[in-house]
C-alpha cells in the first residue's frame, strides 16, 4: 500500500473553473502535510503547507482531515499558469522523509 | 539568491563507470537529502543528512552511496552504475523538515 495516494488525472478544466484535488494518507503519525508543484521536467516548488485548521493562500485553499487521513486542495478561478503536477506529500513525525503523492496532472484550457 | 544547485544537469554514461552528481546549498539548511523520480512511482528518497557526517538511508539506497563534509554540500556517489538508475535525481534542503524542502533543478541520468 502506498504511504501517500493521489489520483492521477489528468484534470482538464477551462480558465475560470474551480478544481480540488484529494490525496489520502496511510501512516496516521504523520506531523506535516505539503503541496508541492511541479511543471514538466522541473523540480517540484512548494505550494503551500497544509494545517489542522485549513488555511488559504489567494486563490488556493487547503484543507486537512487527521481523522480520514485526508488531504485536499482547492484552486479558484483556474489560471493557464495554473498548468502543472500537484504533489502531495507528507512527512512523518520524528522523520525525515518526505512521501510523496505521484500527483495529479492538471490542464486548465483557453 | 538562496538555491540548491545540482551538477550536472544532464548525464549519459556507460554501467560500471564510477560517476558523482553535486549538490550544493547556500541557505545554511541542517537537512538535506536525495530522491529520485520515476514515472508512475514519484519521488522516492535514496539518502538524507541531518548535518555534516550524519547520514542515512531513504527508501531505496542500494547501489548509492552519499558524504556531507560540510553544511553545504551533499554529493550523490554511483560506485557501479547500472541500467535501473536511469532516473531524474533530485537534491533537496530544508531548514527543518516540517518546514518543506527547496529542491535542485534535477539531474537526469541515463545509464546505458
Known amino acids: 500500500r502506498k504511504e501517500v495516494e493521489q489520483d492521477p488525472g489528468p484534470f482538464n478544466v477551462p480558465e475560470g473553473a474551480t478544481v480540488a484535488f484529494n490525496c489520502t494518507y496511510s501512516n496516521s503519525a504523520s506531523q506535516s502535510f505539503f503541496w508541492y508543484r511541479q511543471d514538466c521536467r522541473k523540480e517540484p516548488k512548494l505550494l503551500m503547507s497544509v494545517y489542522s485548521s485549513g488555511n488559504e493562500d489567494g486563490r488556493f485553499t487547503a484543507q486537512l482531515n487527521r481523522a480520514s487521513q485526508y488531504i485536499s486542495l482547492l484552486i479558484r478561478d483556474s489560471k493557464l499558469s495554473d498548468s502543472a503536477t500537484y504533489l502531495c506529500?507528507?512527512?512523518?513525525?520524528?522523520?525525515?522523509?518526505?512521501?510523496f503523492g505521484t500527483g495529479t496532472r492538471l490542464t486548465v484550457i483557453p | 539568491e538562496a538555491q540548491v544547485t545540482q551538477n550536472p544537469r544532464y548525464l549519459i554514461t556507460v554501467t560500471g563507470k564510477k560517476l558523482t552528481v553535486t549538490c550544493s546549498q547556500n541557505?545554511?539548511?541542517?537537512?538535506m537529502s536525495w530522491y529520485r523520480q520515476d514515472p508512475g512511482l514519484g519521488l522516492r528518497q535514496i539518502y538524507y543528512s541531518m548535518n555534516v557526517e550524519v547520514t542515512d538511508k531513504g527508501d531505496v539506497p542500494e547501489g548509492y552511496k552519499v558524504s556531507r563534509k560540510e553544511k553545504r554540500n551533499f554529493p550523490l556517489i554511483l560506485e557501479s552504475p547500472s541500467p535501473n538508475q536511469t532516473s531524474l535525481y533530485f537534491c533537496?534542503?530544508?531548514?527543518?523538515?516540517?518546514?518543506?524542502?527547496?529542491f535542485g533543478s534535477g539531474t537526469r541520468l541515463t545509464v546505458v
Open positions: 533537496a534542503s530544508s531548514l527543518m523538515g516540517a518546514y518543506g524542502y527547496t
Open positions: 541557505m545554511n539548511h541542517e537537512y
Open positions: 506529500v507528507v512527512n512523518e513525525a520524528g522523520a525525515n522523509n518526505l512521501f
